[in-house]
């Protein structure tokens, strides 16, 4: 395929067997490649191959911008560094969703807003009893998110901005709760209600920690750790969940039952499901005279072991939120002064001994977001089995923005990827006798 100018427009050209020379646009965004717009391929008989999307835009978006090979993530044009250094994560809600930071008015609006949507229906409440006291907790969160639609029939219109927006405070609101009565499920204490003269972190905290018996008193610095650690988690572009979000959106299904499927495909171990299966790693490696076994173990082709918290599908360098994440670890252990840290020396040693292995070198493997969270969490005191619940809470509102952004889209279409079919060509069925067929 060339690729050819003509005045300011910029065309590839692709020849198909038999057909005159096809112009495909290029397009430009406003950072990142330019990209083939191959709308019109169809129209001639032809689709294009890419499985797992390696080379396919699916949308254009407005909301988070990444440079894998420069190590850049951007909120609405924001370095993530910066938001996580400056601000608080509703803050970071508000500039997810509208598009611009709040001025100090419009964050009291909206922390009001979110503050008054916290408590959930206490119907819910039963929901949680017709799980096991030992299911995961993110298969009580897909169910129970998925299940707020048959709370809000009278605000489920799509089309209306208005009922859009309520969705989207509601869910962000009423995560954290959804997300701490599944803790509190899981350990057979009752629910706690939601204190509302917290901050976001602080009111999970107290969600997670508190009983009838004692108060849960907050940590600021461990309070500061965990609204990090949500910033970090908010949006990410179009990966797995997230497009999950945005295709089952794409049929004009309601938002609650997108969240679920977003649930659903971030507890995967290869998306959201690494933080927990990251900590478990670290766990059976257990001393730093095993890492070179498991250095091995990941190496070898025949073993389907990975390094858990490693590779990124876009990042080509280091995960600029595992950046963040190292130095708010080492916070989080200082301030619990909590000096030596078996899994955080482990984690340490990994890393040194896998940036400078020319099998990870080769392919660009650096520790992602989920390296040293599960660290942070884990200090903190929350069980392995809440990370990916965590992740969830946290990046709902980047679900949130795709989902809505997309009803605003007017190139937004029903989302339906086509294949190559390599089953069997036409066939026939046999006919068979009538003493045979009757037998079956
Ligand atoms: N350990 C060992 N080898 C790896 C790893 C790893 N963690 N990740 C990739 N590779 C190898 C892989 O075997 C392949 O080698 P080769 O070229 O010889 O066949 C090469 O690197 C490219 O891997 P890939 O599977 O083609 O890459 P991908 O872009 O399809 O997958 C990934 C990306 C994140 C799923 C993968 O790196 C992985 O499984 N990592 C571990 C799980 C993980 O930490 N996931 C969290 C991602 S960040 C948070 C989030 O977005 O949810």
């Known amino acids: 395929m060339d690729s050819a100018e003509k005045g300011e427009e910029k065309f590839a050209i692709l020849q198909l067997p038999g057909k005159e020379p096809l112009r495909l646009p290029i397009i430009k965004g406003t950072m990142g490649p330019e990209v083939i717009d191959i709308r019109a391929l169809g129209k001639q008989g032809y689709f294009t191959y890419d499985p797992g999307f390696v080379s396919t835009a699916a949308c254009s978006s407005r909301i988070t911008f990444i440079d894998g090979a420069k190590g850049v ?194 507890w995967g171990p290869a998306h959201g499901g690494a933080n927990e299966a990251c900590l478990r790693m670290l766990g059976q490696i257990g001393t730093v005279d095993r890492i070179p076994e498991f250095i091995a173990r990941a190496k070898d082709k025949n073993d389907p072991f990975r390094l858990s918290g490693f590779g990124h599908r876009v990042y080509k360098t280091y995960d600029p939120r595992a950046r963040v994440m190292r130095e708010t670890c080492h916070e989080v252990l200082n301030e619990l002064h909590i000096k030596n840290h078996p899994v955080l020396d482990v984690a340490t040693e990994l890393e040194r001994i896998a940036l400078s292995d020319p099998y990870f070198i080769e392919r660009n493997l650096y520790p992602n977001v989920d390296f040293y969270s599960g660290i942070i969490l884990n200090a903190i005191g929350i069980p392995t089995s809440m990370f990916t619940v965590i992740f969830a809470l946290a990046r709902t509102v980047g679900w949130i923005s795709h989902w809505t952004e997309m009803q605003e889209m007017p190139e937004s279409r029903i989302g339906r990827p086509r294949q190559i079919y390599i089953g069997k060509p036409l066939r026939a069925v046999k006919k068979q006798s009538k003493k045979t067929s009757n037998k079956q």
């Open 73 to 266: 993530l951007l909120y609405r044009g924001y370095p993530i560094d910066q938001l996580a250094d400056r601000c608080n994560y509703l803050r970071v809600c508000y500039l997810l969703l509208n598009g611009e930071l709040p001025s100090k008015e419009q964050y009291q609006e909206f922390e009001g807003q979110i503050i008054h949507h916290t408590l959930v229906h206490e119907q819910i409440h039963s929901l949680y009893q017709a799980y096991r006291r030992d299911s995961h907790p993110m298969a009580v969160m897909c169910g129970i998110a998925g299940a707020l639609s048959a709370f809000y029939h009278d605000n489920l219109d799509i089309y209306d901005p208005e009922h859009r927006y309520s969705t989207a405070i509601r869910l962000i609101a009423k995560m954290p709760t959804l997300a701490a009565m599944s803790y509190k499920y899981s350990i057979g204490h009752p629910f706690v209600y939601p204190r509302n003269d917290l901050s976001y972190a602080g009111n999970f905290l107290h969600m997670m920690f508190s009983t009838p018996c004692e108060e849960y008193e907050v940590n600021p610095v461990i309070e500061k750790a965990l609204d990090k650690i949500f910033i970090l988690h908010a949006d990410h572009e179009q990966n797995a969940s997230t497009s999950s979000v945005r295709l089952a959106g794409s049929s004009g299904a309601n938002p609650y039952a997108c969240i679920a499927a977003g649930i659903a495909s971030l």
